[in-house]
């Protein structure tokens, strides 16, 4: 084993080789040594590429700091990261490069596929550990901005209204694609420029006991499940400043198909547990319980088809939320696609909320936008549009706190003016996408079958609004 040379990149060299047995290759044991003040992208792509041309192994990044532009996993390698050790991505822009994905039919290109650790159609892949994955993503996103700004970097797709870089300008922290056999356990992962886990069209992967705080720019998502199958995501804790925990699809012949998102502990700026926006394929199969959320600004659980999607087959529950801005958003509507979608056998269960009157994430650097009209406190929301109605719902054992104090000289849409609630068919999927809504507890809109089992909506103060308002709804069962 060799140290670094003083001031610049590690020097390495293969200390152990020997016969995995479980796996059943050769497996390559590297020890690396940096103190973070040279640039070892080269030298730590050199050591991937060497296990892996020696039949896979694990790479162990021991205690230090090692500062990185993008890195490409293979297939077989494990990235081990010690107690101590920090992968450090560099903050010049230069420095990522995008995964070359034209074989992909989402034309859509409307995020990164550059990100400090990737990987394009890999297998067997892992990164384990108890070090430090940062992607100084505030400091990177900056000089991404000032490049944009100076001319010598022009991003075509600046967001002049918010006056930010592009989704598609700024690196993730992860961006694995068309990848199988995954594994990230147990690293700690900070600070992306962009989004935080980013897994496109990937299968058998499993996400374990990782620490995520992903807050320090814009659409800073803690992990996102992009068409992806047989996926375990488990014993978590999120802390971002988008959404914690999203499935997405991006493509119509495809879908997010049995996923277990378990025992994990979400804040965010945004919702906690997404389906959605991008909504093309489908979502079915998909099994999320035993969550703590806290700090939320939107919804705790926000089920979403807008682009086409089938979502079925969905189970939620043993939900517990505190200071969360919504409890449950369920909407199919049609933004894009062919054709409208379909949303069918959901089950929500074991779910309480404390919805407050202020901001939940008032702590947050980065608050989540909020509406430009002015409102009473929101109700958790069902909504389908005219001839594509939400199909076979289960509410069972819910209980949801609202504030109340709401006011007529606030906002008002009395029970008459219902069918003035506008339908926004075409519209960003939101719980506050409608305005004003008549209901203080549940707005239940073009549904089919759905059963209220012991669903208790409280209030804290008064509230001239009526509990529940149903609009275009057959077969609703309750059950005290």
Known sequence: ???????????????????????????????????????????????????????GGRLTLSKGTYLTGGLMLRSGVELHLEEGATLLGSTNPYDYQPIGIAHSNDARNDNAS???????????????????????GLQLALNIDSLHHTGERIDPNYNQRRQ??????????????????????????????NWGLSLHL?????????????????????????D??????????????????CLKSY?????????????????????????????????????????????TFRSAIAIESVDGAKVSDVLVERISAKNTGNALFMRLGHRAGPQAGTMQNVMIRQLQCEVPFGRPDEAYDLRGPEVDFFHNPFPASICGIPEHCIENVTLEDIKVTYPGRASKSMA???????????????????????????????????????????????????DFRPMIVEDDVEGLQRFE
């Open 412 to 462: 008002y849409v009395p029970l008459w003016r219902v069918k003035d609630v506008p339908e926004q068919i075409q519209k960003y999927p939101e719980f506050t996408m409608f305005g004003e809504l008549p209901a203080w507890g549940l707005y239940l809109r073009h549904i089919r079958n759905i059963t209220l089992k012991n669903v208790q909506l409280e209030l804290r103060a008064d």
């Open 114 to 136: 550059m990100a400090l650790l990737m990987a394009d159609r890999t297998e067997n892949i892992s990164i384990t550990g108890s070090g430090t994955i940062d992607g100084q």
């Open 164 to 193: 930010r870089p592009s989704e598609t300008a700024r690196p993730k922290l992860f961006f694995l694609y068309g990848c199988k056999n995954v594994t990230v356990e147990g690293v700690k992962l900070r600070s992306s420029a």
């Open 251 to 295: 493509h119509a012949d495809s879908e997010c198909y049995d996923v277990e998102i378990a025992r994990c502990d979400i804040r965010s700026s945004a919702s906690a547990v997404k389906f959605g926006t991008a909504s093309w394929g489908g979502f079915r199969k998909v099994y999320v319980h035993d969550i703590k959320v806290s700090d």
């Open 202 to 226: 990937c299968k058998q992967v499993q996400l374990r006991h990782l620490d995520i705080e992903n807050r320090a720019y814009w659409n800073n998502d803690g992990i996102d499940l992009t």
């Open 228 to 245: 992806c199958q047989h996926v375990l995501v488990a014993d978590c804790r999120i802390n971002s400043a988008d959404d914690g925990v």
């Open 1 to 55: 084993m060799l140290g670094s040379h003083r001031g610049g990149c590690p020097v390495l060299k293969i200390i152990r080789t020997m016969r995995h047995v479980t796996a059943l290759f050769f497996c390559c044991m590297m020890t690396l040594w940096s103190h973070g003040q040279t640039l070892c992208t080269q030298q730590l792509q050199h050591a991937i590429d060497s296990v892996y041309e020696a039949g």
